[in-house]
């Protein structure tokens, strides 16, 4: 990489926070972000989520949080900042997609559902926001998804907490942009990771891809790049958008 562009996404002496860091897309995410130069803090619910970090380099490292629990994530997040001194980035990737018809969906999936794909981002966000607003920088990319756009068989309480993520993402924009802040969401379509496989394998996943005007799904690195963009020095003039990666999906 030229050293034009280098400047702008060289992320050295930064420090990351990725929840759900320790595999699929936040892995990929975290590797990234490590590789141009940032220390990455790994939250997932993995037990060998700092050895996956140390692998990393930079210091980085792994962190057991439970993301339900605001006071753990308060803690959590003001520990990291003791400990490294300042959080200039923050990707809220945790997530999990119960499926299930509407007539019939649990409440107790929905709450689930809700508060690992919103509330978690909502907490995580606010308790990073008020270290980055003291230093009038910082960088948040949430993972939201193409379900928030339009609509997918089976996924109303998805769908539902990654529309949240949308909205919220615009909020913060507007209330933290002018402290230095952006705040961004990303929106992809199917990813192949070891749960898209799973959920997507067969027939079902053929027709789904048949949808989807590039004819494929897509690819963590190919999410990893973006969120690596967005907090990158290159697009301090974006602000509360959703960039759509969906080869199309969601345009036809």
Excluded at 223 to 229: P, Q, R
């Amino acid at each position: 990489m030229g050293s034009s562009l280098s400047k702008f996404y060289d992320l050295s002496g930064q420090v990351a926070v990725v929840t759900g860091g320790a595999q699929g897309i936040g892995l990929a995410i975290a590797t990234l972000l490590a590789e141009q130069g940032a220390t990455a803090i790994l939250v997932d619910r993995n037990p060998d989520a700092d050895r996956i970090a140390s692998a990393l380099g930079n210091n980085s490292r792994g962190l057991a949080v439970d993301v339900r629990d605001d006071a753990a994530v308060r803690s959590a997040v003001d520990g990291i900042a003791g400990r490294e001194g300042r959080i200039d980035i923050l990707v809220n990737n945790v997530g999990i997609a119960p499926i299930g018809a509407a007539a019939e969906f649990g409440t107790a999936d929905w709450d689930m559902t809700f508060a690992i794909n919103l509330r978690a981002a909502f907490l995580f966000s606010q308790a990073a926001g008020r270290h980055m607003i003291a230093r009038k920088y910082g960088r948040i990319v949430s993972l939201a998804s193409q379900a928030a756009l339009v609509a997918l068989d089976g996924h109303v309480a998805y769908a539902a907490s990654k529309a949240g993520i949308i909205a919220m993402s615009k909020v913060l924009a507007l209330e933290w942009g002018p402290l230095g802040i952006t705040v961004n969401a990303i929106s992809p379509t199917v990813v192949n990771t070891e749960l898209g496989r799973e959920v997507w394998a067969g027939e079902k996943g053929r027709v789904f891809r048949e949808k989807i005007p590039v004819g494929r799904f897509g690819e963590v690195d190919e999410i990893a790049h973006a969120v690596l963009y967005l907090v990158s020095g290159a697009a301090g003039l974006i602000n509360g958008e959703n960039l759509v990666i969906d080869g199309g999906y969601t345009v036809v």
